[in-house]
């Protein structure tokens, strides 16, 4: 659902990724439209038939996220 924001801001501890390809089910939400547009068509193909989860640094070198964003504590 992330992938449709246009402001997209991640934990430095964050892993992302499509689980429901895990599952053997075709990713929901239109993230088979949207992540080839954020990341380009090959890194998407890769975590979209894989199930592959990619770390926060990773996921910001491909383009799915914008910039980290500290966890602030609860008050």
Same mark, same amino acid.
């Given at each position: ?12 501890? =964050? ?13 929901? =939400? ?6 080839? @547009? ?5 890194? =998407? ?6 199930? @592959? ?23």
């Amino acid at each position: 659902m992330a992938l449709g924001c246009d402001v997209r801001v991640a934990d430095r501890n =964050a892993v992302l990724g499509l689980p429901e390809v895990g599952l053997g089910l075709v990713p929901g =939400a239109g993230g088979t439209q949207r992540l080839p @547009r954020l990341t380009g068509v090959p890194v =998407a193909l890769e975590l979209a038939v894989s199930a @592959r989860r990619v770390k926060a640094e990773e996921a910001l070198s491909f383009g799915i996220y914008r910039r980290h964003q500290r966890r602030r504590p609860a008050r």
